[in-house]
Nanobody, 122 residues
């Protein structure tokens, strides 16, 4: 299984970005998907996650109401729509996949994308 993330960039505070992550080499609909992020000097943390069918989602408190995770099983793609971005959202964003349920622990995810940089200027 391989994950390819894209969509990062530089944006001003208050702006928006949409990240995409394509899964290949596996049956996408059988994987729970998540977006994690890691800021310099900090541990990797979950931003949002979505169950296989898309019927259940999870968001970190810090992004609730601003970020939306979604998936298109026909396109093998998971998205993270990020609105009202803040400088503290600056981080490398990683997509991740696992066969089990929706969890927030980094080590429980089996596959990882290469990361995409998101930088929010004030």
């Amino acid at each position: 299984v391989q994950l390819q993330a894209s969509g990062g960039g530089l944006v001003q505070a208050g702006g928006s970005l949409r990240l995409s992550c394509v899964l290949s080499g596996g049956t996408f609909s059988t994987y729970t998907m998540a977006w994690f992020r890691q800021a310099p000097g900090k541990e990797r943390e979950i931003a949002g996650g979505i169950w296989r069918s898309g019927g259940s989602t999870f968001y970190a408190d810090s992004v609730k109401g601003r970020f939306t995770i979604s998936r298109d099983n026909a396109k093998n793609t998971v998205y993270l729509q990020m609105n009202s971005l803040k400088p503290e959202d600056t981080a490398v964003y990683y997509c991740a996949a696992r066969r089990g349920g929706l969890v927030t622990t980094t080590i429980l995810y089996d596959y990882w994308g290469q990361g995409t940089q998101v930088t929010v200027s004030s």
